[in-house]
C-alpha cells in the first residue's frame, strides 16, 4: 500500500494527518471522535463484512500468544466496542480485571452494552486517551491494542505512556494494519480496500467514515518503522508477525 509523506515546513510542526488531509493538531482528536461516534452502532458488523470475519481470528491469536494468566491486570487501549476484552476476560478469569479504555463515550458504551450483556463482570471501564492513561506506574500485566493506534495523534507518546504503566515483566500487544510484504498482495489489498466506502454507505449509511479508514491504513508506520518505535518507547525484545502477508501484523514487546 502506498503511504503519504508528511509535510517538511514550519507548520507541519502544528499540523497532522487525519487520513491524507493536514489538520491542526488540536482538531484531530475531534475529527476522529467524529468517525466512530458515526459508526459506532455497526462497527462490529462492518468489521465482519471488510475482513471476511479474519480479524475475530487474529485477535484470537494475540490472545494466545499474550501470556496471560489468571488474576492478571490487563489494559485494552481503544478498546472500542470489547472484542478483546471479552476474550481476554475469560482467561485473567474473577481473580483478574480487564479495563477497557477508550476516548470514544460511544464506542465505549458499545462495548460496555455487549459485555453486560454477554454477562461478563470483571471489566471497567475508562473513558480517557490513550497519550494520557489514567493509572500509576508499572500497574499492569499487559497492554493491548487492537486495530487503534493507527488513530493517536501522537503514537510516540501513547507508547512511552504505556511503557509506563506496564510492570516489569509486562507484554504489550498491538494489533493493527501494516503494509504488505508482496507487491501483488499490496495491489490487490489496495483495489479491495478502496471500495470499503462503498460498503459503508450501504451497510452503517456513511461511505466518509470508511474513506478516513482507508487513508488512516495507508499513512500508518511499515512493520519495521513501527518495531523502531515501539524500542524508542522504552520496551525490549520486539518482534512483530504478519498476516496475509502484512496486510495486518502483530507487535508484541516486553518492559523490561
Known amino acids: 500500500m502506498s503511504e503519504q509523506k ?6 507541519a510542526a502544528k499540523t497532522t494527518h487525519f487520513g491524507y488531509e493536514n ?27 471488510i475482513s471476511f470475519g479474519s480479524h475475530r481470528l487474529l485477535k484470537r491469536f494475540t490472545v494466545e500468544i499474550s ?9 485494552d487501549v481503544a478498546g472500542g466496542t470489547g472484542d478483546f476484552a471479552k476474550l481476554f476476560s475469560r482467561k485473567v ?3 483478574g480485571t480487564i479495563y477497557l479504555s477508550d476516548i470514544n463515550e460511544s464506542m465505549l458504551l458499545e462495548g460496555r452494552n455487549r459485555l453486560i450483556d454477554s454477562g461478563i463482570s470483571n471489566v471497567e471501564y475508562i473513558l480517557a486517551s490513550g497519550e494520557a492513561l ?14 487503534g493506534i493507527r488513530n493517536f495523534t501522537h503514537k510516540d507518546k501513547a507508547l ?3 511503557a509506563r504503566v506496564l510492570k516489569p515483566g509486562g507484554r504489550l500487544l498491538v494489533l493493527e494494519f501494516s503494509k504488505p510484504q508482496n507487491p501483488l498482495v499490496s495491489k490487490a489489498a489496495d483495489a479491495y480496500s478502496s471500495l470499503w466506502p462503498a460498503f459503508g454507505k450501504l451497510l452503517v449509511g456513511d461511505g466518509a467514515p470508511y474513506q478516513y479508514l482507508v487513508e488512516s491504513i495507508r499513512m ?29 501484523a502483530l507487535h508484541r514487546a516486553v518492559k523490561i
Open 6 to 11: 508528511e509535510p517538511h515546513t514550519d507548520e
Open 23 to 49: 489538520v491542526r493538531v488540536e482538531e484531530k482528536e475531534e475529527k476522529v471522535a467524529g468517525v466512530f461516534n458515526a459508526v459506532s452502532s455497526k462497527y462490529d458488523i462492518m468489521n465482519d463484512v
Open 67 to 75: 501470556g496471560i494468566r489468571e488474576g492478571d491486570k490487563l489494559l
Open 93 to 95: 478469569g474473577k481473580a
Open 134 to 147: 489514567p493509572f500509576p506506574d508499572n500497574f499492569f500485566d499487559c497492554v493491548t491494542i487492537g486495530y
Open 160 to 162: 512511552e505512556d504505556i
Open 220 to 248: 500508518h508506520p511499515d512493520q519495521d518503522t513501527f518495531k523502531a518505535m515501539i524500542e524508542a518507547a522504552g520496551l525490549s525484545k520486539v518482534k512483530y508477525y504478519n498476516f496475509m502477508s502484512g496486510v495486518c
